[in-house]
Structure formats: C-alpha cells, structure tokens
C-alpha cells in the first residue's frame, strides 16, 4: 500500500484541508465528515493528487453497512475505508476500495481478540490505535498479517514519537496534528 514511510494527514476540521492538501503523503483520511460536503472533499483531494481514505464510522450521515461502502465508492468516489468492521471491510475490498482495519489496544485481551480476527484476512492495512503504545506489538502483529502495511494512529504529538513508530517496523501514521504533516 505504501511505497514509503508517510505521515498520513487525518482531518477532524474542515479548516485544516488545506494543509493536508500541501502535505507530502499521498493519502489523506477525512474523518468526522458528513455526507453532504464529502464529494466536494473527495474531489479537492483528487484534484491535488491525493487517495481519500474516509472513517466509516465517522461519516455522518451514512450506514455503516454494504450500502454505505458502495455509496462511498461509487456515488462519492472515495479511494478506501477504515474501520475496526471487518464485514464492512471485505465489502470494501470485493469493490476494490483500499481496506485498513482499525485496531484499538484497550488490554491483553483486546490484543488476542484483535489478533485471532486478523487470521485470514487479506486488507491493505491495519492501523493500531494509540500510536505509542502499538509499537510494543508490531511483531506480533506482522506475524499474523504480514503482507498488510502497519498503521499507528492515536496519541502521535510529537516529532520524535512518530519517528520511533517509523523505525520500529509501521509503514505510516496517522495525526491530526498539522504541524506534523
């Protein structure tokens, strides 16, 4: 999925396209969108050569089902989905949409539970959420899936944080942090 190490850009504020839009990644995630400005959003970031990676979840005003997914890529032309639905997310696939499933590290047995339902999944990604925390499991993790690129997300503020994920075996992360970008 990655051709290079990337700090993905995640919107939460519409006030901060922009700079993602001059942000070196080539993808960027819209989230807590609504579905009323997000084919506008999706074709600006087309236009600057960006791939549209939207939070299923977070797209206000959609289902969170098949329907949705196929709403997503044919009516607002959205590149790939995250989500911690893995349903959801082989809809996405068998359309042909990129797939990163979400992962959150709440303890030990969101860790098992997480690892047990990657086995026999085939996405693009998997993003592990908080960033500082993940990078403790990437073996593990890589030992499962390792043809999916390694996402961390979450709790990244600072320069050196991110660099350490980098170095420590993800592909990319994602931040709401411009200054990051």
């Known amino acids: 999925m990655f051709s290079q190490k990337t700090v993905i850009p995640s919107i939460r504020q519409l006030k901060d396209l922009q700079s993602a839009l001059?942000?070196?990644?080539?993808?960027?995630?819209?989230?807590?969108?609504h579905i009323g400005n997000l084919k506008e959003l999706t074709n600006r970031c087309h236009q600057a050569g960006k791939k549209v990676i939207v939070h299923l979840d977070l797209v206000e005003g959609l289902t969170k089902d098949t329907k949705g997914v196929k709403?997503?890529?044919?009516?607002?032309?959205?590149?790939?989905?995250?989500?911690p639905n893995q349903r959801v997310l082989n809809a996405a696939s068998k359309?042909?949409?990129?797939t990163i499933y979400r992962i959150f590290l709440f303890d030990s047995r969101s860790l098992d539970q997480s690892l047990k339902s990657l086995k026999n999944t085939h996405f693009d990604g998997v993003e592990i959420l908080p960033g500082p925390f993940a990078i403790h499991f990437v073996e593990r993790i890589q030992s499962i899936v390792p043809e999916a690129s390694l996402l961390a997300g979450g709790f990244l503020d600072t320069k050196d944080k991110i660099n350490k994920i980098l170095h420590g075996g993800f592909v990319a992360v994602t931040t709401s942090n411009r200054e990051l970008w």
Do not use: A, P, Q, R
């Open 71 to 83: 709403w997503l890529k044919e009516m607002f032309k959205v590149d790939g989905v995250i989500s």
């Open 22 to 33: 001059s942000s070196k990644s080539t993808y960027i995630f819209l989230s807590e969108v």
């Open 95 to 98: 359309m042909g949409m990129l």
